[in-house]
């Protein structure tokens, strides 16, 4: 398996409270991902970054904050949770080029009651 | 930005049966289309790709296939196994890109 951890794996949470995601990689790749599964949505882009400091928006970033200040960390915070965004949330990494293969992590399993 | 549709969303055949899975991409500047595979409690695995130079790549029982003037491309799973039965994602990308957005992807199983 490619280096890279998620944490928590597993975590219960009450609406309104923020919630810290850590993706940790190994491999020294530019590119980090944050994704959210839910059924019938597959995997959803939240925000990635293409390098330390430098992130952007995906396709459903609203009520998610991102930062990276080490290219081996990338973390996704949820400002105030909402039942909404339960999900599994996995992150990736890639490499620069073309054709380049994204691993991803464990997936964390987010529950907002 | 690039938007990616794939179909069916649930797909069901029989042990030894084909199984095709479609999808379409929006932006003609993609050149890269990756399919992955997620087994259940597993994290998305690629298991083939395909560049917009080739129309179709083999790998044992699975291949791509790619067609860039109607901008879709297909995985055919062929003499399928229970060991098949995951969800499947397609992607679509292109070079300099830094997006990499996928399908809503395809729940394959496979009856014995």
């Known amino acids: 398996d490619a280096g890279i951890t998620q944490s928590p794996r597993h975590k219960v949470t009450e609406t309104g409270t923020p919630v810290t995601l850590r993706c940790h990689q190994t491999e020294n790749h530019r590119y980090m991902y944050w994704y959210r599964q839910d059924p019938g949505h597959g995997l959803r882009l939240i925000h990635y970054s293409y390098g330390v400091k430098d992130t952007d928006k995906g396709e459903v970033s609203d009520g998610y904050s991102v930062s990276r200040s080490k290219t081996e960390d990338f973390l996704l915070t949820l400002e105030s949770a909402t039942s909404s965004q339960t999900s599994v949330y996995f992150c990736?990494?890639?490499?620069?080029?073309?054709?380049?293969?994204?691993?991803f992590g464990q997936g964390t399993r987010l529950t907002v009651v | 930005g690039e938007n990616v549709e794939q179909h069916p969303s649930t797909l069901s055949v029989q042990e030894g049966d084909s199984a095709v899975i479609k999808c379409t991409y929006s932006d003609s500047a993609s050149n890269y289309f990756p399919w992955y595979k997620q087994e259940l409690g597993k994290r998305p695995q690629l298991i083939i790709d395909?560049?917009?130079?080739?129309g179709e790549k083999k790998d044992q029982r699975i291949a791509v296939t790619l067609n860039k003037t109607a901008k879709h491309f297909s995985l055919h799973i062929t003499e399928t196994q229970p060991e098949d039965s995951a969800v499947y994602f397609c992607a679509a990308t292109r070079w300099g890109a830094d997006k990499l957005i996928f399908g809503t992807g395809t729940r394959l199983q496979v009856f014995p």
């Open positions: 990736a990494i890639k490499s620069t080029g073309m054709n380049t293969e994204a691993f």
């Open positions: 395909i560049r917009s130079n080739v």
